[in-house]
Nanobody, 116 residues
Framework: QVQLVESGGGLVQPGGSLRLSCAASGSISGINVWSWYRQAPGKQREWVARIRADANTNYAASVRGRFTISGDNARNTVALQMDSLKFEDTAVYYC??????????WGQGTQVTVSS
């Protein structure tokens, strides 16, 4: 069984930065894809960023240029560096690990609040 544990959320002022981390434990093998999603109050969960095993990254238009996803395959961790945060970035952020395109695991979520 694979478990994901997130950390790094909190309260930050507009324009500030936060770094989220997610660590996986358990039986992990194969080709992995890490993703971050977020869910704001009253809204559906939305995809934020993705990093593939070959380190190729993709970002949602709303965060491109402000957020950076990075992964460490040896340590089975992923991070999301969030800069120039805006009010609308307030949400619960979830990491997701997809193993071999079949098995999907989610973290428990971490709250990010952007407020003055």
């Amino acid at each position: 069984q694979v478990q994901l544990v997130e950390s790094g959320g909190g309260l930050v002022q507009p324009g500030g930065s936060l770094r989220l981390s997610c660590a996986a434990s358990g039986s992990i093998s194969g080709i992995n894809v890490w993703s971050w999603y977020r869910q704001a109050p009253g809204k559906q969960r939305e995809w934020v960023a993705r990093i593939r095993a070959d380190a190729n990254t993709n970002y949602a238009a709303s965060v491109r240029g402000r957020f950076t996803i990075s992964g460490d395959n040896a340590r089975n961790t992923v991070a999301l560096q969030m800069d120039s945060l805006k009010f609308e970035d307030t949400a619960v952020y979830y990491c997701q690990l997809t193993i071999s395109g079949v098995h999907v695991y989610w973290g428990q979520g971490t709250q990010v609040t952007v407020s003055s």
